[in-house]
């Protein structure tokens, strides 16, 4: 049986990413017409087609994208083997498909990004923002930072920090309407809803004593996106359930306060999760590096010391 087309696969990987023929040539320093002829020739080889393509259309059939991701992998695990084989000071370069939730990303890793490609010009990331949970594998994503409490995957996690998420609102709304005392006085009060919250429009609770709490709270406003429900929060219009690393700048000023600091919301944490099997390249290893040091506990500007800031 002849050997697999491995450089027509890897071709073929990089066709797909780019969603460019000319692209993918450029990246991989090869001619249009190259490119062209190695994805024909496993086209051929396979007996179907891999890409529908004229000269204004490009687009994956379904066989294309299923074995675009083993593909992927193929070209992955080359350039893993290639980049563990140079010495300890090969300098990192390529490029790295970063994922991480819409408001982290926003508010903390896009700022830490410039040191990091200060660091290391020839190196580039894609940086991906979802508050939807992504595939790494079927994404291509080299490194994704996720805010759960993690299920048990075929990923590799490292868990960097914790998370706590704060009942907050602002002094003028709890003038108005008063403290919430337990949990279940939530239903009295204007609830801001997270879209994507696991539990729906239910939150949970529990204190020190081991006594739970839950309720269906309802509000004038819900988002997929927690950063979306500041404003309506700093204005008064309700309170919400907010991460600390998105709270704790407008509580350390003064324009939220926290309420029922004896409860807590189940806790979370950040975790750098990455694909599974095989050397990782540099590029990554030295971002893997980076991001643990930024963002490891006790190195993060959040804690539960500075935001934990109730008055009333």
């Known amino acids: 049986m002849p050997l697999p087309d491995l450089e027509a696969w890897a071709i073929f990987?990089?066709?797909?990413?780019?969603?460019?023929?000319?692209?993918?040539?450029?990246?991989?320093?090869?001619?249009?017409?190259?490119?062209s002829k190695a994805v024909q020739r496993l086209e051929t080889r396979l007996g179907e087609r891999l890409i529908h393509r004229t000269s204004r259309r490009f687009a994956l059939t379904e066989s294309g994208r299923v074995l675009a991701v083993r593909a992927a992998r193929i070209l992955a695990e080359g350039e893993a083997a290639e980049a563990e084989a140079k010495t300890s000071s090969a300098v990192p370069r390529g490029r790295?498909?970063?994922?991480?939730?819409?408001?982290?990303?926003?508010?903390?890793?896009?700022?830490a990004l410039p040191e990091f490609l200060a660091a290391h010009p020839e190196v580039s990331i894609d940086l991906q923002l979802y508050d939807r949970r992504v595939d790494l594998i079927a994404g291509g994503i080299d490194v994704a930072l996720r805010i759960a409490d993690l299920p048990d995957s075929s990923l590799i996690a490292r868990r960097l920090c914790p998370v706590q998420r704060l009942v907050v609102g602002s002094p003028a709304y709890f003038a108005r309407r008063g403290f919430p005392h337990r949990p279940r006085d939530l239903r009295e009060h204007a609830c801001l809803g997270y879209?994507?919250?696991?539990?729906?429009?239910?939150?949970?609770f529990s204190n020190a004593a081991g006594d739970a709490e839950s309720?269906?709270?309802?509000?004038?406003?819900?988002?997929?996106?927690?950063?979306a429900m500041i404003a309506a929060l700093e204005s008064g219009l309700g309170i919400a359930l907010q991460p600390d690393f998105l709270a704790w700048e407008a509580i350390k000023a003064g324009r939220l306060v926290t309420v029922l600091d004896?409860?807590?919301?189940?806790?979370?944490?950040?975790?750098?999760?990455?694909?599974?099997?095989?050397?990782?390249?540099?590029?990554?290893?030295?971002?893997?590096?980076?991001?643990?040091?930024?963002?490891?506990?006790?190195?993060?500007?959040?804690?539960?010391?500075?935001?934990?800031?109730?008055?009333?």
Do not use: C, Y
């Open 215 to 227: 309720v269906t709270v309802k509000g004038p406003l819900s988002a997929n996106n927690a950063d």
């Open 96 to 111: 790295i498909r970063l994922a991480a939730p819409m408001s982290f990303g926003l508010r903390h890793v896009a700022p």
């Open 195 to 204: 879209t994507w919250l696991a539990s729906g429009e239910a939150w949970h």
């Open 13 to 35: 990987a990089k066709v797909a990413e780019t969603g460019s023929f000319a692209t993918a040539g450029a990246e991989l320093g090869l001619s249009g017409p190259t490119v």
């Open 262 to 312: 004896d409860w807590q919301a189940p806790s979370l944490a950040l975790h750098m999760v990455t694909p599974a099997g095989g050397p990782r390249p540099i590029r990554v290893a030295v971002l893997l590096d980076f991001l643990t040091a930024r963002f490891k506990s006790g190195m993060a500007p959040w804690t539960v010391g500075q935001v934990s800031a109730r008055s009333g």
